[in-house]
């Protein structure tokens, strides 16, 4: 079956970086992008950016230009997000998502489990 | 700051139906009916229950339902159930831009 599986969780102090994961399997890899979304303790869901995984080529939402880096490992059919410069604020879980288009509607569909990035000193 | 605007809460009781309303620009939700939607249990990663406005993936409930009337999309939860507590979300994509999410409705089945 379709499927996406993320890394796990990280602790990370102020100002570190860190790398996300997000592993697809069930399908050909390259055919559909991978999005990524945020979702900071208690509050909704946030779209950062979407990578084309043909073309390797990256989209950023706004707000997340500078310190968010999409990037993909196609021989192993990952996405991986990283974040530098880590700020207290970054803490969220941290979900990639594969992009379905028909025509000229898109959805998501399936997502990762999420990834849990605690910032703290 | 989204584009689209839920109620924060919805509250029914067993077998009630109950209606989400996400409401957006035209250039999200007015042209055809490019709205999807999520449900999100506590701790869970979201799920797609409606995409292309309307349609439900394989093994969603057809208590689930999607509609659009002018700039606002909806979603109607039907014959409500214990299990259908959780957090919804619509989403939109504008071609070329990019995607919004609404601000979340949280269910509440009383």
């Known amino acids: 079956q379709v499927q996406l599986v993320q890394s796990g969780s990280e602790l990370k102090k102020p100002g570190a970086s860190v790398k996300v994961s997000c592993k697809a399997s069930?399908?050909?890899?390259?055919?559909?992008?991978i999005n990524w979304v945020r979702q900071a303790p208690g509050q909704g869901l946030e779209w950062m950016g979407w990578i084309n995984t043909n073309t390797g080529r990256p989209t950023y939402a706004q707000g997340f230009t500078g310190r968010f880096v999409f990037s993909l490992d196609t021989s192993v059919n990952t996405a991986v997000l990283q974040i530098s410069s880590l700020k207290l604020e970054d803490t969220a879980v941290y979900y990639c998502?594969?992009?379905?288009?028909?025509?000229?509607?898109?959805?998501?569909?399936?997502w990762g489990q999420g990834t849990l990035v605690t910032v703290s000193s | 700051q989204s584009a689209l605007t839920q109620p924060a809460s919805v509250s029914g009781s067993p077998g009630q139906s109950i209606t989400i309303s996400c409401a957006g620009t035209t250039n999200y939700v007015g042209n055809y009916n490019l709205v999807s939607w999520y449900q999100q249990h506590p701790g869970k990663a979201p799920k797609l229950i409606i995409y292309e406005g309307s349609k439900r993936p394989s093994g969603v409930s057809t208590r689930f339902s999607g509609s659009k009337s002018g700039d606002t999309a909806s979603l109607t939860i039907s014959g409500l159930q214990t299990e259908d507590e959780a957090d919804y979300y619509c989403c939109s994509y504008v071609a070329g831009s990019d995607y919004v999410f609404g601000t979340g409705t949280k269910v509440a089945v009383l």
């Open positions: 998502a594969r992009d379905v288009i028909r025509g000229v509607y898109n959805w998501f569909d399936p």
């Open positions: 069930g399908y050909t890899f390259t055919t559909h992008a």
